[in-house]
């Protein structure tokens, strides 16, 4: 029978994301409608090695549903990967009377989680923060589809400059290996070629397309890249690339960088945020352990962590498709 | 055997939405990328009574993804309302070889497509445009998001000025009969009480909800109050019902109003917007009639207009619950 | 010989304005630079009667440089009207060891500060914090600005509707007795017609002006009116009469409402905060007291707080033809 | 005695920048309002040399005033630095009416347009476009305001995931060869350190400050780089520098690109272009030539274009001061 839980740690890792503050909130809430306590740690990992930690109560959380980053702070831990950090990691938390413990990150987060259940039979359940969407078990990760508007906003930006002046540009954004922010910021931001790691279309077929783009009459495009794409060559490159082979065009870069994981979160990853911090706490005081709280077809839903380090999160084939017909 | 489509016609009707250009240029673009024709229709059904029409290619919709409102207008139609006025409109659609309609507005758009295609045989698709995401069959219509980012925008801000002077605030905010503005919106607020047309809490429950908002330390609250609510008082009346129960508290109200139809679509609804328009044309060519296209569990399905029609949107019931716990 | 200033107490009264966290973080900052203690004051005068007192350094004001609202609040103060109250304020700032103020509000505030140092000799510097930008002697207040970008943002949003169903709307924008926001962002907005307090048009006018827009060809129509107008009638009763008079009209009406005085301030307003803070800060140390910080032809200037709360802001009237001549 | 103008020609050259369609449309209206006719030239000087012209009326430019870019577009013209190149455009003006013209532009257009008066007597008028800002005879020229707001936005969304790592972040920032975007964004944007090139802080004061900043509890921050900065290393050199002599930090690199130029005009920049708009063309019809119009103490003035072209626009060394006091 699962030891009652009294008390839950919540801590961000890995890259932050908007909506991670709002996931906090949340944990911390339904905490306190639950009457059981809850920890902040800061730093991740490495302030649970620390015991950078903070008692957190619903008045700790006022305003900060609307913020990006994170208040929890979020940090890299290499003691955390030794058995040792692990083991002051744990010291810490039993001495702080904490039970279980809730992760907002990314998959080397989760890893990081299930190790330590392993080792010391902690209840652990993730909440996936990241702007990628890379992770298997949920339609989206907290913070992709405010990312999905700072991309398309600021390609909106860059049209008005590209259309003013008949130019083509290349822009590279975030996603690690996962093309799903090119794909959708791409279609919503009109894109005219989007180059996805999933997708190896090659340099001829960019060729060729940018020659039928001029041919059909448009005078500025926009390609959107894939920081991630295996297309072989650096947005740079690929430049220099397609002004050798295509003289007549001038083509400029913009490598939309790290704005792209800040700012205030969309409605959408409050709500989400909102929803999967309840379902994380509920979850645990179920009993239930070494799961991710996702969103699957619209409903919040359990994965095993397991399955959502190992699993690969596909990119949806229709919107390849949309995306070829748009560029009509 | 279906006739062969060779030409397509397009027109928003009923209150404009964000993506609806979007959607425009999805069928527009879609039907050139199948080699058939697109007629652009200008003011609803009015301007099919008028012959108000656009030939439209691909190029016709450069620059519009991003564009809030319709650059087809919309209007009511009193006329179509009638035999005389929908024969006019069928002459008219005869006469510039369209083939088939697509419409994008909301109920009552869909009910005008409906009793067309029951006299004349016309091919009718229906695209649900509308920020109140209260037509039956898609989990989203096209501007509900862009709606929701709006309202938490501007309820950031009133939240800005509630906590300076530690006051509470009402917020009305659009939905017609539907709470799904209200309670997505008002969890993405952090709103400490929602009321909507679907959940009758009664006067009651609104003060004890505040009485213990301010006895939990709070010193500022927003209270999010769909149109529609049936509580019985209008915004204004709730604030002299509130003042008088509650004389500590003074309330002041906002309504956020029709801004909340209008901006720059989110890139969610620049994208479903984009694959509504795919399938809504593609299905026509398919032979298909009399269908909504929309978004159920992430997919793009049909569902016959009757259905979408008579069907109710309904809340998420957990959404309530997410709600009660954030308000801790 | 003017005592040496050794702690520096700052407040924000009256409402609540974008760029009042900035002047705090310069004014904290500036005194840090200094080498001078500086006490945060909660809740304008009120806080000040009950000792409600923060010590702040440099690392108080992290990252508020972008926040709405105030992080020491504001309040209204009936007691600091009574010699009792003020009698009690002044002992609070002894106590504190406090030896002069920043008072960051607008000319109800600069009044009560005037007062206090009548009575108790205290070192007075005022910076103007509202939106209205109703204060003689700054050609910008703070948050003036950052109100105007949000209210052509609302009309941008209102106009894709407006131009969508071709519709005359009814926007109604702050400013108290000033028509400076109604005209400058009317005229951003590219409004047909802006009404405000110092120029009394009549009704005839308003009437006229509409009929010639809707004769030049125009199909929708956005009229902005500050809230202090004198016409006469509401912004409700303006709708009934000129549906009265004008049959042809569909008239809708939008009140922006408190969301106008939140929001993270413009980049203008930021730097404005912080060179106002220096100004403030300084002035004190080199003895002066009564006066206001604004900004006068670019330049960071002086005021004798007496002339700014007497004098009165005029209007440009080299903008009000601007405005004709725009709605041609 | 000048001959009476009876058509305006109107053109946009040069990097774009928002507020130019503002004041299209604003040259357009006047022109409208003073009954004579308006001919927009599209491409700039290259666009008047092939004859690429629209007859405009003051509807011509509706719903512009908020749109980034230029309608009319914008081009380098290699041709109209030759006397045969300028005999064409002029021809091709004659041959369409035009009595005089209006460049919105920089330095570059505004010489083309100084040439082709001397050559030809041909009325020019100059209204400074560009959001660098450095253009003598103007304290602000069209597009810097909105473009601070764009940077201030983006550097928010940085400080999010600065913040929440504890890392220092390089942003390079537009400006050509002067400071004006970097000093104020940075300031506006709470930068720790702003490097200009009208300041040549060197490299050691660069490490000095960042190990003050940590050693002052700091635990993030911002350093804002002007592209032109005359450090002698790219913002990349910068961060290998800056990582080799200060191990304990990790700088991240972004650059914000061409997103700077694009965007929605801020209220300050419509009003800006409206007024500038309406004096270009009422100086033309005044008989005047060969000014630009500005704006200086807040009040709209003439500068004799080669003023304009040879002066240059100083930093205001109060903001280097006010920026030190900031990152105490």
């Known amino acids: 029978m699962p030891k009652t839980i009294k008390k ?3 801590l961000t890792s890995g890259g932050d994301s908007p909506g991670m503050n709002a996931a ?8 306190a409608y639950h009457n ?14 620390e015991g950078d930690f903070k008692e957190m109560g619903p008045r700790s959380v006022n305003n900060i549903v609307n913020k990006g980053g994170t208040i929890l702070k979020s940090a890299r831990s290499v003691e955390f990967r030794t058995p040792e950090g692990r083991k002051k990691a744990y010291d810490n938390l039993v001495k702080a009377g904490v039970d279980a413990l809730v992760v907002i990150g990314g998959d080397g987060s989760f890893t990081g989680g299930l190790i330590f259940n392993s080792e010391y039979g902690f209840p652990v359940m993730g909440i996936p923060g990241t702007i990628d969407n890379d992770i298997f078990g949920t339609s989206h990760t ?3 589809d405010t990312a999905l508007n700072t991309v398309v906003d600021c390609i909106d930006k860059i049209r008005d400059t590209a259309s003013s002046h008949n130019r083509l540009f290349f822009v590279e954004v975030m996603g690690r290996d996962a093309g799903h922010i090119a794909l959708n910021a791409g279609i919503g931001a009109g894109a005219e070629e989007i180059l996805i790691p999933e997708e190896d279309l090659g340099l001829e077929r960019l060729l060729d397309s940018l020659q039928k783009s001029k041919a059909s009459g448009k005078s500025s495009s926009i390609v959107v890249i894939a920081e991630g794409d295996k297309i072989g060559k650096n947005v740079f490159e690929l430049k220099d690339y397609v002004e050798a082979n295509l003289p007549e065009y001038d083509v400029r870069v913009s490598v939309l960088g790290h704005m792209q994981r800040g700012g205030s979160p969309s409605c959408f990853d409050r709500v989400l945020a909102s929803r999967l911090g309840v379902k994380a706490v509920e979850s645990l005081l179920d009993g239930k352990s070494n799961y991710m709280v996702g969103l699957q077809q619209d409903k919040v839903t ?5 399955q959502a380090i190992k699993g690969k999160s596909e990119i949806d084939m229709e919107l390849l498709r949309v995306s070829d017909i748009m560029s009509t």
Chains 1, 2, 3, 4 share one sequence.
């Open 8 to 10: 839950v740690g919540v």
């Open 24 to 31: 906090i909130r949340s944990v911390v809430r339904t905490c």
């Open 36 to 49: 059981i306590e809850c920890l902040g740690i800061y730093r991740g990992y490495q302030g649970m090695i």
């Open 142 to 144: 907290l913070g992709y």
């Open 302 to 306: 359990l994965t095993p962590l397991e």
